[in-house]
């Protein structure tokens, strides 16, 4: 079956410190993997994609994610997170058809003083 | 590029009444999705659309709910006999069919409370 996991609930980073937010799936095609961010009340902005290619793949807002297709993993990650970071986050994986995304969810994400 | 339209933005309604949201895409987008969103979980998979052909549905889609594209412009979803279990937020989204997975642009949803 196809599916996502975000193991992570919650997670709270102090400001300045790096962050990784982590992502499963279960797909049985070649996966096209996507985080997107949600603010209280707003829909999804998307911070970035993974079709092929290099795996290591930059965003919006000085987020980047890699891609391991050993370990099934496309994690999220920012070096330095500012207040405004705070959000909820989702990974979701789809196929190249165009089918409707499958997504996680949600890493909900604190950022403390 | 407007962005994705959602109408409206909340809907207070009692069991049992129908509601009809509407959607309006980006303008050259010819696919549309429609996603339901609860409390504390990503967004559920309802049904899309490629211009007005409605190309697959959920089996979260029951028979009290039905969506059309009628122009392969904005689309509407109704929810007819609302139940308590509805309350959700529902999102559209709309994409460029080409030959990759076009992302997906999402409106900021309409939330739906059933009393």
């Known amino acids: 079956a196809q599916s996502v996991t975000q193991p992570d609930i919650h997670i709270t980073v102090s400001e300045g410190a790096s962050l990784e937010l982590r992502c499963n799936y279960s797909?049985?095609?070649?996966?096209?993997l996507f985080w997107y961010v949600q603010s209280p009340g707003q829909g999804l902005q998307l911070l970035l994609k993974?079709?092929?290619?290099?795996?290591l793949v930059q965003g919006i807002k000085g987020f980047e994610a890699e891609f391991k297709r050993s370990q099934s993993s496309f994690n999220l990650r920012k070096p330095s997170v500012h207040w405004s970071d705070a959000a909820e986050y989702f990974c979701?994986?789809?196929?190249?058809?165009?089918?409707?995304?499958?997504f996680g969810k949600g890493t909900t994400l604190s950022v403390s003083s | 590029d407007t962005g994705v339209s959602q109408n409206p933005r909340h809907k207070i309604t009692k069991r049992g009444q129908n509601v009809t949201f509407r959607c309006d895409p980006i303008?050259?987008?010819?696919?549309l999705y429609w996603y339901r969103q609860t409390l504390g979980q990503g967004p559920e998979f309802l049904t899309y659309?490629?211009?007005?052909?409605?190309?697959?549905k959920s089996r979260l889609l029951s028979d009290r709910f039905s969506a059309e594209r009628p122009k392969g412009s904005f689309s509407t979803l109704e929810i007819q006999r609302t139940e308590q279990g509805d309350s959700a937020m529902y999102l559209c989204?709309?994409?460029?069919?080409?030959?990759?997975?076009?992302?997906?642009?999402f409106g900021n949803g309409t939330r739906l409370t059933v009393t």
């Open positions: 989204a709309s994409s460029l069919a080409d030959s990759k997975s076009s992302p997906l642009h």
């Open positions: 797909y049985g095609a070649t996966p096209y």
């Open positions: 993974y079709f092929s290619g290099d795996t």
């Open positions: 979701a994986v789809g196929a190249l058809a165009g089918t409707a995304l499958i």
């Open positions: 659309f490629q211009n007005e052909a409605q190309l697959e």
């Open positions: 303008s050259e987008h010819n696919r």
